[in-house]
């Protein structure tokens, strides 16, 4: 019994020195395991005398409940240690500040249309918007579009291969010139509005791409002639570009909406290899760049669009807004634009607190 005993004590101290739950295994192996020293000693109890047995039997159940209890009082506190172990390490510490860089940027195009936005709202304009997927009739029709007209091959037109159930022909808006019909049909005259957005056509090269943006813009009221198409522009580039020495060229061209058209070119020098506008474009590397279309609204749209012809007249433009931002920005490869490229965001976006104010400057580099 006394060896028990002392069995006893050193397993005792050995299971409170264990390190890890491996080592008290270990333990737990050579005491209550098959060949440990209380099954051994439990194994003594059949070559026992029946008096020997009823005094020895109690003494090592009572060894190995302790032993046992030890044990599994040890394991809870091994493992608890473990667990707050592991929770210290994967603390995460909310009071550390948020990251220096914040990662999103604005797109040039957004920040070009917000620009738009502030530089026309200052010329009593409002942004007008219409739907991307449009119908025949608004794309082109009303503006003065037949549908034999010829200048409808030209705009590569993405239709959908079923019709409205008004039987009318569904697509992809080429341009955003049916926003003036719609603007028109339910605003009436007079009227002072732009509309950027996306547009599409089947068309994909370094200065293509199937999806582009365009702002529209349109001015209806009473005695508008080709003298306010000019200054309207004009004003507007000086404030886009942040610079007095643009120069326009307004050149006799067609369009279908318009009578009289002119297509708009700004003069541009190169300096190095970017294009800087300012100046006349002839030569020594000065030359001209076409920015879009304009002219005085063909009376056959304002009557489409329910204005009395005879009363109001009117101008309108489209521009290219993807064009001039990269005018104004150096981009010189319109298809990045459009390939999500993080680099390239972080390069040429925006941060979100720049915002476009004319007090501030409309085009500030982030
Ligand atoms: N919608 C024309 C295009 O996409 C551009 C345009 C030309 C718009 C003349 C106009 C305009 O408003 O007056 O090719």
Redesign the pocket.
């Known amino acids: 019994m006394t060896e028990l005993t002392d069995q006893k004590q050193s397993a005792l101290a050995a299971i409170k020195a264990s390190p890890t739950l491996d080592a008290l295994e270990e333990q737990r192996v050579a005491a209550l395991g098959k060949k440990g020293w209380v099954s051994l000693a439990l194994k003594t109890l059949g070559q026992m005398g029946p008096d020997e047995r009823k005094e020895a039997a109690p003494a090592i159940q009572a060894v190995r409940g302790e032993v046992a209890e030890a044990i599994e009082a040890k394991k809870a506190k091994l493992e608890a240690s473990a667990l707050e172990a592991q929770l210290a390490a994967e603390t995460i510490d909310l009071t550390l500040p948020a990251p220096e860089q914040p990662k999103g940027s604005i797109h040039p195009v957004s920040q070009v249309m917000d620009e738009l936005a502030e530089i026309f709202a200052d010329l009593g304009f409002s942004v007008a918007t219409g739907p991307e997927i449009e119908d025949d009739w608004h794309n082109f029709t009303a503006l003065n579009m037949d549908e034999s007209h010829p200048a409808r091959a030209m705009h590569d037109t993405f239709y959908f291969p079923d019709k409205a159930s008004d039987g009318a022909s569904m697509l992809l808006r080429t341009?955003t010139?049916p926003v003036?019909i719609r603007s028109m049909k339910e605003q009436g005259a007079p009227i002072r509005l732009i509309a950027p957005g996306r547009v599409y056509r089947s068309d994909s090269d370094a200065t293509h791409t199937p999806m582009f943006h365009?702002v529209?813009g349109l001015v209806v009221d009473e005695d508008i002639h080709l003298g306010h198409l000019k200054w309207t522009l004009e004003t507007f580039f000086k404030a886009f570009f942040e610079r007095e020495d643009i120069v326009l060229r307004l050149r006799p061209s067609y369009?279908p909406?318009?009578e009289p058209?002119v297509e708009v070119d700004v003069g541009y020098s190169n300096e190095g290899d970017r294009r800087v506008v300012g100046g006349h474009g002839d030569d020594d590397g000065h030359d001209w760049m076409e920015l879009?279309?304009?002219?005085m609204v063909n009376r056959r749209v304002l009557e489409f669009a329910g204005i009395d012809a005879d009363k109001y007249q009117g101008f309108?433009?489209?521009l290219g807004i993807d064009r001039i931002a990269m005018l104004k920005y150096g981009m010189n490869d319109l298809r990045a634009f459009f390939d999500g490229d993080p680099r390239w965001l972080a390069h040429y976006g925006f941060s979100p607190f720049d915002q476009p104010t004319l007090s501030a400057g409309v085009g500030v580099r982030p």
């Open positions: 341009h010139s003036q365009q529209e369009f909406f318009t058209s879009g279309g304009s002219g309108a433009f489209g």
